[in-house]
């Protein structure tokens, strides 16, 4: 039974094709992008649920760029993205974080006027224990002439993007996307007995004033002594509402954002000595999900600067990122940027 505004009947295919009817100079190239970020997203869902059955868990014995060991959906997932996504003539660059450089198009395929760049599997380290992971992607339009993307295309400012979204592999798979503009963030669940991702939360809007703060608290020793305030505050009463706020941390991006953008509450990355500019990146963690933040009514700081105005020096660039409900980030950031 369909619920209000197609809840549950209507699909991922059909909202962004209704979506591109408000833009009359579209030439479906945007929703044809959208798509294939969708059918990778089901692929990689697929082999996700049953990596334990498949050998699929583990090492390959390589690290990436990060410096962190490469699992072997952490590869599945980037080949796949490069595949569905990078071969269908709608990006003219990528960029991944498993990959130090840019990735190129191949010679054999067509061009395309946007760049994306994307976390394949964002806490992937956390497979083998069966923690929700998740697919992150950010897409801006082409600035560079010619055809072939630049790295010029990919150090773009949040605050520019196109669209931004994420997948996530927990007890359901959920793709969350927006394409800003007051367009609003949506949620799609996959019905894998169907194969198609149908809507499940349609516009999608932070609670203004959260109950919920998220931090690695194993980080307390070699944090500054703002940041040590902030997080004493929020367990305390020394914060905005008054009494102490409920602590969750999956230690997954993807999760503890969703389940924030859901609740509301107050997600915090902050630097700290072993990671002096913070340990998410910019391009792929920080900038797609303070769009999405934003878009949903919530704020995204660097405890100094709105997350979306930073503009990137270089491709793997980390920043701090202070996330949530604007009540708690505005607190936050009071104190941090004192
Ligand atoms: P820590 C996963 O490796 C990740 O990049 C994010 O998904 C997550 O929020 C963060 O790192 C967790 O880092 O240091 O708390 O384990």
């Keep these: 039974m369909a619920g209000p505004s197609g809840v549950g009947t209507r699909t991922f295919s059909q909202h962004i094709a209704d979506r591109q009817k408000g833009f009359p100079e579209a030439r479906g190239e945007?929703?044809?992008?959208?798509?294939?970020?969708?059918?990778?997203?089901?692929?990689?869902?697929?082999?996700?649920?049953?990596?334990?059955?498949?050998?699929?868990?583990?090492?390959?014995?390589?690290?990436?760029?990060?410096?962190?060991?490469?699992?072997?959906?952490?590869?599945?997932?980037?080949?796949?993205?490069?595949?569905?996504?990078?071969?269908?003539?709608?990006?003219?660059?990528?960029?991944?974080?498993?990959?130090?450089?840019?990735?190129?198009?191949?010679?054999?395929?067509?061009?395309?006027?946007?760049?994306?760049?994307?976390?394949?599997?964002?806490?992937?380290?956390?497979?083998?224990?069966?923690?929700?992971?998740?697919?992150?992607?950010?897409?801006?339009?082409?600035?560079?002439?010619?055809?072939?993307?630049?790295?010029e295309d990919l150090l773009q400012a949040g605050r520019d993007q196109v669209a931004a979204g994420y997948i996530i592999y927990g007890s359901s798979t959920i793709l969350v996307y927006s394409t800003g503009r007051g367009q609003g963030v949506h949620g799609f669940t996959l019905d894998p007995t169907v194969g198609e991702f149908l809507l499940s939360h349609p516009d999608i809007r932070i609670p203004t004033d959260g109950r919920i703060y998220s931090v690695n608290e194993g980080n307390t020793g070699r944090w500054d002594e703002k940041t040590r305030k902030v997080v004493a505050g929020l367990k305390g009463s020394d914060n905005p509402r008054g009494e102490p706020y409920s602590t969750r941390y999956i230690g997954s991006l993807v999760a503890d954002f969703h389940r924030n953008l859901l609740y509301g509450g107050i997600f915090l990355y902050p630097p700290d000595a072993k990671h002096p500019t913070g340990k998410l990146r910019l391009l792929s963690e920080a900038a797609p999900m303070s769009f999405l933040a934003e878009e949903a009514g919530g704020k995204a700081t660097t405890g100094r600067e709105r997350v979306l105005d930073v503009v990137p020096k270089e491709l793997h660039e980390r920043v701090p990122l202070i996330v949530g409900s604007p009540r708690e980030v505005e607190w936050a950031e009071r104190i941090l940027a004192s």
């Design 30 to 151: 945007f929703t044809a992008l959208l798509q294939e970020i969708m059918v990778a997203a089901k692929v990689i869902s697929r082999e996700v649920r049953k990596a334990g059955l498949i050998d699929a868990l583990g090492l390959t014995g390589r690290m990436n760029i990060q410096g962190e060991a490469v699992q072997i959906l952490d590869e599945f997932a980037n080949e796949t993205i490069i595949r569905n996504v990078g071969h269908t003539g709608h990006l003219c660059v990528l960029s991944s974080e498993e990959n130090a450089e840019p990735i190129p198009i191949p010679d054999q395929y067509p061009r395309g006027g946007y760049v994306m760049t994307f976390d394949p599997l964002d806490g992937s380290s956390n497979i083998d224990g069966n923690v929700s992971i998740g697919t992150i992607f950010s897409i801006h339009r082409k600035r560079s002439s010619g055809t072939d993307g630049t790295l």
